[in-house]
């Protein structure tokens, strides 16, 4: 579903954030991505996404190259990023509308959709306010909702638990899950590991542009008496 | 006092090193050549202040010169400054960080000044700072009026820009409690400007007739008075440049206590405006009743529609537009008000043959002058990313935005043909000419425009004047403008004989192929960059 081929991102032709990365992830799988802050998730993300282009190697969506048909491989995906900054002197419902006319949803599909998450984000009464009004976590659930209009066949997000109270964080866990059970495949990066722990199939780790581990949490813990984070400690460690 | 030291510091280093990013484009070459482009404008500057002295001094009054220059350079730092200030104190994305530190509110209301002045004086550089080196210089060499006229230069940013901010701050506290706050900013603005220029028309209208101006000559200072009616402070500082020590005291001393007059009321300032103005919400009622309704939009309209709400949402680009647009219509209506011009002015036998080209001045101003295109990424700073992820071509992203400009470029277009066409009484042929003309040429500015955009996107600003106005992009859009101006006029003049409506027949179809090469660049070579633009 989503090929990552050595790709690397260099900033300001010096800052090397992200090296050599190579990455398949499958159809219908839950990955985490997680590394210490600066480790270069945001900017894989953003490779991904199209927002910003690698340096160097190739990223394919469903079998679409994202730099040579960037068009039909945005299709294919919908990204919410760790900042909620989206143009916002306009309303929730305009902002939805607006996503929905760009993925070329129905109206019966969009209406459908909006009302469900929305209901299930309590942000339903919110629609109709200005999105400058809203709260950090407010935005952040109006962007997955928006993000979750076009049916996704990948769904990226960075960091979406931050700012999310209990609730909402579970209903974003089950959205996340019923997603990929439903076909969909979804890859966010996060620092909550047992939320990493409890969610994803597979787990990639990121440690100062590298990957240095991808599989199975039971793999990566190599014994059951550890905790995630123990062993993510111990990798990242600086030596 | 230590403390504000340190919180002008960090204001003024941001500020420049905004600039500096704004040069250090990708490409060497053009980052060099974008740091020479406001250096440039020295020169028409000298030239300019040359010939005023020339004949200042033919009359035998060459320090008029500087009371000249002094008060065109206030006139301009108003005008810049109104703006800013307001942008700098009530939209800066900063000022929730600067309102909880430990400091005086002296020290928040300086430090913010401290950028607006370092902008000012750079403006004041040019006109007036030439007029002082040419005064002194000219002539014999005068080390005193040097000295004062430096001065002079460094205090002349703080009687417009204090006088401003004691104008405008409490301006603001008014209309923000205001439902339709940014509307209220936005026409509040226009008739603050349009009042400032009315009144300074109706003064500049002296009476000119050859008697009293042989009284005035003949009183001491006459010509000097006459003048500095304008700006009253610009007698002293002449005065203080020409060596009277009194005059100089009391031009320091009329600024130090403006200076001091800001400080007594900056605690004023800030709980009553700038407090209570951040701490309404968007001034909209927000718990409003819409409904929610599910409406389908082509995505092309959707687009246009979010480039305009961007500007129409943010009072500071609304500004800029609206008084970029519609200056010529000011301008225009002040003029007819104070008589300076009339319908018979315009037909009279030395206009009547250029109307043609006075015309397609007016309906070709919003273009001209507008330069919508070359801050279009700028404007949408930290919500760029959003049109990056959609499933559309940096084509499609591109033509969009330039639509967008075509829009808000026609309407005023359209509404300054009707207004002038009506005014000026011009034949139905001229119309056709001049609208055809203006059409392209506005169709080649728009798209070139966005090509100085994709080079230099700067899309983090935290104070929304730095995205449309001291943006570099601006001036180098200008520079097109001028440059081409320079060159058709150069090519008039060669051929003299050739009649107005060959002529802007020739420019049509020149802008035709300038806009044939414009298409070709930005979507043969720049939507490739427009990608690479790094978030
Ligand atoms: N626009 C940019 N220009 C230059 N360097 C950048 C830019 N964006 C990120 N970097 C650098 O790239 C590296 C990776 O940053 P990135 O944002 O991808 O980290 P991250 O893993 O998302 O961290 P966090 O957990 O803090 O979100 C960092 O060292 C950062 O300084
Ligand atoms: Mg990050």
Redesign the pocket.
């Known amino acids: 579903m989503l090929a990552l081929k050595n790709v690397s991102?260099t900033?300001?032709r010096s800052?090397r954030?992200?090296n050599q990365i190579s990455l398949d992830v499958e159809k219908g799988e839950i990955i985490g991505f997680i590394?210490?802050?600066?480790?270069?998730?945001?900017?894989?993300?953003?490779m991904i996404t199209g927002i910003?282009q690698p340096t160097e190697g190739t990223i394919s969506i469903d079998g679409v190259d994202i730099m040579k048909a960037p068009v039909d491989a945005k299709k294919n995906f919908s990204y919410v990023p760790?900042q909620p900054t989206i143009f916002d002197a306009i309303s929730g419902i305009d902002y939805l509308n607006f996503m929905a006319d760009m993925y070329d949803v129905s109206i019966r599909e969009r209406k459908k959709r909006i009302e469900k998450f929305s209901k299930a984000f309590q942000i339903d009464d919110a629609l109709t306010q200005k999105v400058n009004s809203y709260s950090h976590g407010m935005r952040q659930k109006l962007l997955i909702t928006g993000a979750m209009l076009s049916n996704p066949k990948l769904f990226i997000l960075?960091?979406p638990m931050v700012g999310l109270d209990p609730h909402s964080a579970r209903v974003l866990k089950d959205l996340m899950r019923e997603h990929c059970n439903k076909g969909g495949t979804v890859f966010f990066?996060s620092?909550g590991l047992e939320v990493v722990e409890d969610l994803c199939d597979r787990v990639a780790i990121?440690h100062k542009?590298k990957l240095i581990a991808c599989d199975v949490v039971g793999n990566i813990k190599k014994s059951t008496d550890t905790t995630l984070e123990n062993v993510f400690l111990e990798m990242t460690r600086d030596a | 006092m230590r403390k504000i030291i340190t919180l002008t510091q960090v204001q003024v280093k941001d500020f420049l090193n905004k600039y500096i990013e704004h040069v250090n484009v990708k490409n060497r070459w053009l980052g060099l050549l974008s740091l020479f482009i406001p250096a440039l404008f020295i020169l028409p500057a000298y030239q300019l202040v040359n010939s005023i002295y020339e004949g200042f001094n033919q009359i035998g009054f060459p320090e008029l010169t500087i009371t000249y220059m002094y008060i065109g350079t206030v006139v301009l730092m108003f005008f810049a400054c109104i703006p800013m200030i307001i942008s700098v104190f009530f939209y800066a994305k900063d000022l929730q960080f600067l309102t909880t530190l430990p400091v005086k509110v002296e020290g928040i209301i300086f430090s913010k000044l401290a950028t607006v002045y370092l902008y000012l004086f750079v403006l004041g550089c040019f006109f007036f700072g030439t007029s002082v080196i040419v005064y002194s210089t000219i002539g014999e060499w005068d080390l005193y009026s040097l000295i004062a006229g430096i001065i002079a230069l460094l205090i002349s940013p703080l009687l417009p820009m204090i006088l401003t901010t004691l104008i405008i701050i409490p301006f603001m506290a008014l209309v923000g409690k205001g439902r339709k706050r940014n509307l209220m900013v936005v026409v509040g603005n226009v008739i603050f400007l349009f009042v400032f220029l009315f009144l300074q028309l109706i003064i500049a209208r002296a009476e000119m007739d050859i008697e009293s101006f042989y009284h005035i000559l003949l009183q001491e200072d006459g010509l000097l008075r006459q003048l500095g009616r304008n700006f009253p402070p610009s007698i002293w500082l002449t005065r203080m440049i020409q060596g009277s020590l009194l005059d100089g005291g009391l031009f320091v001393l009329l600024n130090l206590v403006f200076l001091y007059a800001l400080k007594l009321v900056s605690q004023l300032l800030y709980t009553k405006a700038l407090l209570a103005f951040n701490q309404q919400g968007g001034g909209e009622d927000i718990h409003r009743k819409g409904t929610v309704s599910f409406r389908k939009r082509r995505i092309g309209s959707q687009l246009i529609t979010r480039h305009i709400q961007i500007i129409l949402s943010n009072p500071i680009f609304l500004i800029n537009t609206v008084l970029i647009m519609f200056l010529p219509i000011l301008i225009f209506m002040i003029m007819l008000f104070t008589g300076e011009a009339s319908r018979e002015f315009f037909h009279s036998s030395e206009l009547s043959p250029y109307i043609l080209y006075i015309y397609i001045g007016i309906i070709t101003a919003p273009a001209m002058i507008g330069n919508l295109s070359a801050t279009s990424i700028t404007r949408e700073g930290k919500a760029f990313w959003e049109t990056r992820i959609l499933p559309i071509s940096a084509r499609e992203n591109l033509k969009y935005r330039i639509y967008a400009t075509l829009l808000i470029t026609f309407i005023a277009t359209v509404l300054l043909a009707i207004a002038g066409g009506i005014y000026l009484q011009v034949s139905l042929d001229i119309v056709i000419r001049a609208v055809i003309f203006s059409v392209v040429a506005t169709l080649f500015l728009s798209t070139i425009d966005i090509v100085i955009n994709i080079e230099r996107p700067t899309l983090n600003w935290t104070s929304p004047t730095a995205a449309v106005k001291n943006n570099l992009n601006v001036i180098i859009s200008l520079f097109i403008r001028v440059g081409l101006g320079g060159g058709g006029y150069y090519i008039y003049q060669l051929f003299p004989h050739l009649t107005a409506n060959e002529w802007v027949t020739i420019a049509t179809l020149f802008f035709l192929v300038l806009y044939g090469i414009s298409h070709y660049i930005v979507f043969g070579i720049y939507t490739k960059k427009f990608d690479r633009i790094?978030?």
Do not use: R
């Not at chain 1, 590394?35 to 953003?46: F, I, Q, S, W, Y």
């Open positions: 991102k900033y300001d800052k954030a992200v590394g210490p802050n600066g480790a270069g998730k945001t900017t894989t993300l953003k910003i760790d960075d960091e990066s620092h990121i542009g | 790094d978030v």
